[in-house]
């Protein structure tokens, strides 16, 4: 896989910078409330951690960096009747809905976070991304589901 030659603070900083906005966002609508259903009635709390910076939300994002996730690739996807299933021997073909040299969605658990072409470095698959998700559109989208 290709890295870019961004610094990893840009990363960061566009993750930091979507965490403000959903703050606000949150803030600025009544209805719902700080903490959402984890909350469990208490008053919610600063997230912290142990150090001070600036505006505090890169100290948070830095918590989270080592949290290992499930990235996976996924090719397509097709409904097949169990009885086919059961048939599936080694040679078996099975079609799938997305078409040939048509972007791959890159998922991290299970959450779409880019899209990409699928690449051969060293006898090995990878996947080049062509289009990511920004990083606010990702909050969006864990928001409302």
């Known amino acids: 896989m290709a890295v870019d030659d961004k610094p990893e603070d840009d990363g960061m900083a ?29 008053a919610p709390r600063p997230f912290s951690a142990g150090g001070t910076a600036a505006d505090g939300s890169s100290s948070d994002i830095n918590m989270v960096l080592d949290i290992p996730v499930q990235l996976s690739v996924e090719l397509g996807r097709t409904k097949v009747p169990i009885k086919h299933i059961l048939q599936l021997g080694q040679g078996s073909v099975v079609e799938l809905d997305a078409l ?8 991290v658990n299970g959450y779409l976070i880019a899209q990409g072409e699928v690449v051969v470095v060293n006898d090995k698959f990878g996947i080049r991304l062509t289009d990511v998700v920004t990083p606010s559109e990702r909050l969006k989208r864990l928001s409302k589901g």
Do not use: N
Not at 32 to 39: H, K, Q, T, Y
Not at 100 to 106: I, N, R, T
């Open 100 to 107: 040939a040299g048509e972007p791959m969605d890159v998922l």
């Open 14 to 42: 566009d993750w930091a910078e979507a965490l403000q906005e959903q703050k606000t966002a949150d803030s600025s609508s009544g209805d719902i409330e700080p903490g959402g259903v984890l909350s469990g009635g208490e």
